[in-house]
C-alpha cells in the first residue's frame, strides 16, 4: 500500500477559474505593453515594475490554482518561501515580456533570447510551485510530458511576446485585443497543465517536513484570488486612467 500510486483528479470549477484568470492577466498585458512603450524615464521604470507585478501575479495565481484543483487523497501541505519564490520566477519572466515589448526596436535575436528567458520563468515557476507541495507521497516525473511542458512553455512565450508587441502602440481594436487576450489566456494553462500531466506521486510512510508550511483553507483560497483580480484591475484602470496624459502633443508630434 505504501508504494501505490496516489490517484489525482480535478476541481473543474478552479480549472476553470485558473483559464478566467489567465484571460485576465493577458488582457492586462496586452494593455499594459502600450503604456510601457508610450512612458519615458522614470514613468517607464514605474510602468515596468507595477506592469511585472501584476503579469506576474496573475500567471502565477493562474499556475497557483491551477495546483489547487489538483486534488490527492492525502493532505497537501504547501512550503512558503518557495511558493514565494515561483511567485518572483513570474515576476522576473513578466518583467522581461515588458522590457522586451518595449523597445525601441526589437531583432530576432531579441525575440529568440526573450522567450527562452520567459519560458525559463514561466518553467522555473511551476516546477518550483510543484517543489512546494509537503506530503506523505514522493513525485515521480515522466521525462517526456517534462520536455513537453518546456517546450509548450518557449512556444507560449514566442506567442505572447509577438501579441504584445503587436499591441505595443495605441489605438487597437479593443474586440481584436480581447480575442488575443483570450488565445494567450488558453495558451498559458497548457504549459501548466502539461506540467501537470507529467508528475505523479507515489504513497510514502514517512511523514513530511512541515516546518514554515501551510494548509491552503478554502478562505485562503479565496483570498489569493480575490487579491489577484484587486491587482490586475487596479493596474488596469491606473493604465486606463493615464492614457490620455501619455499621448503625444501636437507640438511634440
Known amino acids: 500500500m505504501n508504494s501505490s500510486t496516489l490517484v489525482a483528479t480535478y ?23 502600450g503604456r510601457v512603450n508610450a512612458a519615458r ?20 495565481s493562474m ?7 489538483y486534488r490527492l487523497p492525502v493532505q497537501v501541505y504547501y512550503h512558503v518561501p518557495t ?45 518550483t510551485g ?26 507560449v512565450a514566442l506567442a505572447a511576446l509577438g501579441l504584445t508587441f503587436m499591441f505595443r502602440e495605441e489605438g ?8 488575443c487576450a ?17 508528475v505523479s506521486f507515489k504513497a510514502m510512510p514517512e511523514t513530511p517536513d512541515l516546518s514554515n508550511s501551510v494548509d491552503i483553507s478554502g478562505v485562503a483560497n479565496s483570498a489569493i484570488i480575490a487579491v489577484t483580480f484587486v491587482v490586475l484591475g487596479s493596474v488596469f484602470l491606473v493604465s486606463r486612467w493615464f492614457a490620455p496624459a501619455q499621448e503625444p502633443s501636437a507640438a511634440e508630434a
Open 11 to 33: 476541481d473543474v470549477r478552479l480549472v476553470a477559474l485558473s483559464v478566467v484568470i489567465a484571460i485576465c492577466a493577458s488582457y492586462v498585458a496586452l494593455d499594459l505593453a
Open 83 to 127: 511558493v514565494i519564490l515561483s511567485l518572483v520566477a513570474a515576476i522576473a519572466a513578466s518583467l522581461v515580456a515588458l522590457f522586451m515589448v518595449s523597445r525601441p526596436s526589437v531583432s530576432v535575436l531579441h525575440v529568440i533570447v526573450g522567450s527562452l528567458l520567459i519560458a525559463g520563468g514561466i518553467s522555473g515557476m511551476h516546477y
Open 172 to 179: 487597437h481594436d479593443q474586440v481584436l485585443k480581447g480575442i
Open 63 to 69: 499556475h497557483f490554482i491551477g495546483m489547487l484543483a
Open 130 to 155: 510543484m517543489a512546494a507541495m509537503r506530503l506523505p507521497a514522493m513525485h515521480q516525473w515522466d521525462p517526456t510530458l517534462v520536455i513537453m511542458s518546456v517546450a509548450v512553455a518557449l512556444i
Open 41 to 60: 524615464n522614470n514613468a517607464r521604470i514605474a510602468w515596468l515594475i507595477g506592469g511585472a507585478v501584476a503579469m506576474g501575479t496573475g500567471i502565477w
Open 182 to 198: 483570450i488565445i494567450m489566456g488558453f495558451a498559458v494553462p497548457a504549459m501548466h497543465y502539461t506540467g501537470m500531466a507529467a
